[in-house]
Structure formats: structure tokens, C-alpha cells
């Protein structure tokens, strides 16, 4: 079983920075790992993920801005938010897939608001 943890959220102003941190309770090395949003209203959606293997994709909406990383060594996914929209706002979510298969873990969320 594998706990995670975010941290990083909080209030900040249209075209400030962030930097999300997810800490796993054990080795996350043959796991992808993903960062996932809900905004009020709106359905939860995927914002980035990183590969067992190291590769990375985003949405559109982000490509340019987010950038998502891993240090296995730590059991730590990172997510740098830079140029943040007040459309950013959401809780964002921590997630963690064992090789591509059913076995999902998610953390409890962190808050991120961009005031306009």
C-alpha cells in the first residue's frame, strides 16, 4: 500500500509561482505518477504525469507552465507551477498507478487558488 501526501498549495496571484510536492509513504519507482485537478464545477481532469520510465505529458492547457518531476531517491513527484492563470485554481491530487494497471492511490488534495 502507498500513502501520499501534497503539500505546496496555497493563495496565490495571477502570473506567480508554486512548486506541489507529493510524498509517498514507500519506493515509487515502478509506479507512474500523475497529478490530477478539480476545479469547482467541473470534473477532475488530468494535468501531468510521469512515467515509471521518465516521460511526461500535459495538457494543453498547461504545456509551457507546468513541468512534473520525480527523485525516486526521496519518493517524492514534484510539480512546478509557473505563470499560474486564476483558471489554475483547483485541487490538485497526487496519483500513483503500479505499472499501468487498476491499482490506484490517491492523495487527499491540496488547495491551490490564483487570485486575478
Known amino acids: 500500500q502507498v500513502q501520499l501526501v501534497e503539500s505546496g498549495g496555497g493563495l496565490v496571484q495571477a502570473g506567480g509561482v508554486l512548486r506541489l510536492s507529493c510524498a509517498a509513504s514507500?519506493?515509487?519507482?515502478?509506479?507512474?505518477m500523475a497529478w490530477y485537478r478539480q476545479a469547482p464545477g467541473k470534473q477532475r481532469e488530468l494535468v501531468a504525469i510521469?512515467?515509471?520510465?521518465?516521460?511526461?505529458n500535459y495538457v494543453d492547457s498547461v504545456k509551457g507552465r507546468f513541468s512534473i518531476s520525480r527523485d525516486n531517491a526521496k519518493n517524492t513527484v514534484y510539480l512546478q507551477m509557473n505563470s499560474l492563470k486564476p483558471e489554475d485554481t483547483a485541487v490538485y491530487y497526487c496519483?500513483?498507478?503500479?505499472?499501468?494497471?487498476?491499482?490506484?492511490?490517491w492523495g487527499k488534495g491540496t488547495l491551490v487558488t490564483v487570485s486575478s
Open positions: 510521469i512515467t515509471s520510465g521518465g516521460n511526461t
Open positions: 496519483n500513483a498507478n503500479f505499472r499501468g494497471t487498476a491499482m490506484i492511490y
Open positions: 514507500g519506493s515509487i519507482d515502478s509506479f507512474n
